[in-house]
C-alpha cells in the first residue's frame, strides 16, 4: 500500500481530506431529461466515497453550456434538488464532493437548447457530437462584452447552487478546450478587445470567473483546473506559454484550494512548456497542485513522494472499481477500464 496516498490532508482552513486520492471529473450523460441527478447516479457517487474528495462530472452552469447528451445542469432547482440526493449520500458516508462547473463555449450545440453557440471568437472546431454524430460542430458567435459579464456573473450563480446543493465546494472547469480554455489558446481566441492579444487580456475572462465565484463562496472551496498543454479541441500555439505565465502568477496571488491539470496521459510532453503539463504547472504554482492522466496508484505515490504533485486524481479507474480506495489500500488487484463500461453507471 502506498502510504503517502493514505495520509490526511489539510488543504486549508475550511477543508480537510482523508486521503490523498481524488475521483477525477467523468462525464457520464445520465442524467434525466431536465438534466436532473438519478437515483442511479446517487448511488455511482455514494459507492465512491471512500476518496478524499470525488469531483463531480462536468456539470453546466446554463442551457447555452451544453455540448452532449444528458450532461447534469445547476441552474434549476430541480437540479439543485437533485444535487442534493447525491451529496447527502456521499456524506452519509464520509466522503466529500465538489461539483465541476462546465460551460462548453465552441463544442455546444444548439440542437440542446435552440440559441446561439458563444465562444471568444467566431472559430469552430471540426467534427460532431460524441454519441450523436449526425450533430456537426457550427461556427459559434464571439461572446460581446456583455456576453461575458453574464457568463462570468452565472458562474457565480451556479457556485452559490452548488453550495445550496450541498457540495463541500467546486471545481472551474477552465480545461479541455472548453469556454474558459478557449480564451486562454490562440488557435480559439483572436479578440483584439480587452479579451484578447495580450496573455494578460487573454487571461482576463479565467480570473474574471475565478474571482467571481471566489467571491460568491470563498476561495478556500474552489479548485480550478487548466490544460496549459493543448490536447483536446485545442491546437496548441507556441505563444501560449505567456498566456499561462500570466495566469498562474495572477493565481499566485489568490486564495484557491488547489489547480488540478487537465490531462489524458501526464507523460505527454509538450514543446512550448518544456515539459509534461504537470511539471510546468509545478514550476509556476505556488499552491496545492492535483495531478493526473494514466497514473496507477503506484506510480501516483511515486509522484507524490518525488514532490511533482500533492494530490493525485484517478479518472477511468475509478469508473471500473468503484471501491477503488479500497482495493489499494488492501493491495488488490484493480479491474482494468474499458470504454464498455461507459454503457452503464456501475
Ligand atoms: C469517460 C470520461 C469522461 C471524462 N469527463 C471529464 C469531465 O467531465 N471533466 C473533466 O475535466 N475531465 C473529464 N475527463 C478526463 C478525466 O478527468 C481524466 O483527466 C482522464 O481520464 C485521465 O485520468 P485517468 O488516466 O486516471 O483516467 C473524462 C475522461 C473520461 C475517460
Redesign the pocket.
Known amino acids: 500500500m502506498p502510504q503517502v496516498l493514505f495520509d490526511d490532508v489539510k488543504l486549508n482552513d475550511t477543508l480537510s481530506l482523508k486521503n490523498r486520492i481524488l475521483m477525477?471529473?467523468?462525464?457520464?450523460c445520465m442524467a434525466d431529461d431536465n438534466l436532473v441527478p438519478t437515483d442511479d447516479m446517487v448511488k455511482y457517487y455514494a459507492r465512491r466515497a471512500e476518496a478524499g474528495l470525488i469531483?463531480?462530472?462536468?456539470t453546466i452552469i446554463r442551457p447555452d453550456a451544453q455540448g452532449y447528451p444528458n450532461?447534469p445542469g445547476l441552474f434549476t432547482s430541480a437540479q439543485i434538488a437533485g444535487w442534493k440526493k447525491v451529496t447527502d449520500a456521499v456524506h452519509a458516508n464520509g466522503g466529500k464532493i465538489f461539483a465541476?462547473l462546465?460551460h462548453v463555449g465552441r463544442v455546444a450545440h444548439p440542437h440542446f437548447f435552440g440559441g446561439d453557440v458563444l465562444a471568444p471568437s467566431a472559430i469552430g472546431i471540426e467534427g460532431s457530437v460524441p454519441r450523436m454524430r449526425e450533430l456537426t460542430y457550427q461556427t459559434p458567435k464571439a461572446a460581446t462584452t456583455e456576453d461575458i459579464a453574464q457568463l462570468v456573473a452565472d458562474y457565480a450563480k451556479a457556485a452559490e447552487n452548488a453550495i445550496e446543493a450541498g457540495f463541500d465546494g467546486v471545481?472551474i472547469?477552465g480545461?479541455?478546450g472548453?469556454l474558459i480554455d478557449q480564451f486562454l489558446h490562440y488557435a480559439s481566441n483572436q479578440r483584439t478587445d480587452e479579451y484578447g492579444e495580450t496573455p494578460e487580456n487573454m487571461s482576463r475572462f479565467a480570473l474574471q470567473v475565478t474571482d467571481a465565484v471566489i467571491a460568491s463562496i470563498g476561495g478556500e472551496r474552489v479548485g480550478l483546473?487548466l490544460s496549459p498543454g493543448a490536447y483536446f479541441n485545442m491546437e496548441g500555439d507556441q505563444r501560449d506559454r505567456a498566456v499561462f505565465d500570466y495566469l498562474l502568477s495572477a493565481l499566485n496571488n489568490r486564495t484557491l484550494a488547489y489547480v488540478?491539470?487537465?490531462?489524458?496521459?501526464?507523460s505527454m510532453e509538450f514543446d512550448y512548456l518544456g515539459g509534461s503539463a504537470s511539471a510546468y504547472l509545478r514550476s509556476l504554482y505556488k499552491g496545492t497542485l492535483v495531478g493526473?492522466?494514466?497514473?496507477t496508484a503506484e506510480s501516483g505515490a511515486e509522484a507524490i513522494e518525488k514532490q511533482q504533485f500533492d494530490l493525485l486524481?484517478?479518472?477511468?479507474?475509478?469508473?471500473a472499481n468503484p471501491d477503488y480506495v479500497e482495493k489499494v489500500r488492501k493491495g488488490q488487484a484493480i479491474k482494468a477500464?474499458d470504454?464498455s463500461m461507459?454503457a452503464t453507471l456501475e
Request: charged content about 20%.
Open positions: 477525477a471529473p467523468l462525464t457520464r469531483i463531480s462530472e462536468a450532461t465541476q462546465w471545481e472547469h480545461a479541455n472548453y483546473r488540478h491539470v487537465g490531462i489524458f496521459d501526464d493526473v492522466g494514466s497514473y486524481a484517478i479518472g477511468r479507474p475509478f469508473i477500464y470504454e461507459l
